[in-house]
């Protein structure tokens, strides 16, 4: 986009973004995807790796109005570049949880979550699973196998975290009809690893579950 390269987007003050940004609604006719994309990453991805503090308010109040129009491109030129780059930190991934629990409709939701999943996992992310678990986001039989997958095999990496615990809790207790016979044995396993004090309540709702 030639705006982006005329436009010196990581001066501006985060009240003209949202400026900006509004008008960017009235525009017709809509950006293009990639044009979005390439927008989003030059506007808020060097704002949100310069974060020394939480972000204001204002700044979700922008994301918020972009994603409006524009969700796709922020999972995609914003939220994954995020989860990508190792230098991502507890303030980055804090912002993906308010933009999880305020800006995003459920089919980006279940695209952010298939994100989170190709990724390393720090203490940090886990936080990521965890809100969109809250969210109740949609996931199709071969991505929750994926997840309980991907929990067994970090159950040592974590076996004393908290959020690690408090996400296995949520998965066995707000996702318990998508538990199978297969998942059974691995979680048991997985979970005999655990070194908090929710062990035995995570042991408890495990054997609740009646599956097939």
Known sequence: MELCSLL???ELSEQAVLQFCTRLQALEPDLSF???RILTTRLFLPRVFSLTEPA????ISTLTLFCSKYAGSICCGLINPILQAPERGP???????????ECLEPEHLTLIFR???????????ISVLHALLEKKVVLTPDLFDLLIRHLCQRAPEFAKSMKYAKLMLTVLTKYQHYITAAHWSPLASALTLNDTFLKKSLQAALKRLSVA
């Not at 204001?56 to 700044?59: E, F, G, M």
């Not at 303030?91 to 629990?101: A, H, N, P, T």
């Not at 190709?118 to 203490?123: L, P």
């Open 8 to 10: 010196q987007f990581s």
């Open 34 to 36: 990639s044009s979005a």
């Open 56 to 59: 204001s308010r204002l700044l």
């Open 91 to 101: 303030l980055q991934v804090e912002l993906i949880c308010r933009m999880v629990e």
């Open 115 to 125: 994100q989170v999943l190709e990724v390393s996992w720090s203490e940090e992310d």
